[in-house]
């Protein structure tokens, strides 16, 4: 019904940077807020950032001042900009977006990513 790809994990040394991509797909009426979030081993998943459809942000402690999340609503695209990489940002990121897709019920659910990998390790 919807899909949910991400691009651009990977590794990097301390102080670099990486730009993730989330691009959906399907049945797609609406897209409502998109966010990243990240789960690093033996944590909890946590939320990064997160932009709703009026473009405000809201941004975890930990990245602001580094992170910068974009859209664009009429591809259905989220981007999330990360520079000054510490090795604590290595985890696995999430894209989420809140979706209201065609149908009989205009049903809105959250949508997640498979997931990709951002190491950052010197």
């Known amino acids: 019904q919807v899909q949910l790809v991400e691009s651009g994990g990977g590794s990097v040394q301390p102080g670099g940077s990486l730009r993730l991509s989330c691009s959906a797909s399907g049945l797609i009426f609406r897209v409502n807020d998109m966010g990243w979030y990240r789960q690093a081993p033996g944590k909890q998943r946590e939320l990064v950032a997160r932009i709703s459809r009026d473009v405000t942000t809201n941004y975890a402690d930990s990245v602001k001042g580094r992170f910068t999340i974009s859209r664009d609503s009429a591809k259905y695209t989220a981007w999330l900009q990360m520079n000054s990489l510490k090795p604590e940002d290595t985890a696995v990121y999430f894209c989420?977006?809140?979706?209201?897709?065609?149908?009989?019920?205009?049903?809105?659910?959250?949508?997640w990513g498979q997931g990709t990998q951002v190491t950052v390790s010197s």
């Open positions: 989420l977006m809140v979706i209201t897709t065609w149908g009989p019920t205009m049903a809105t659910s959250d949508y």
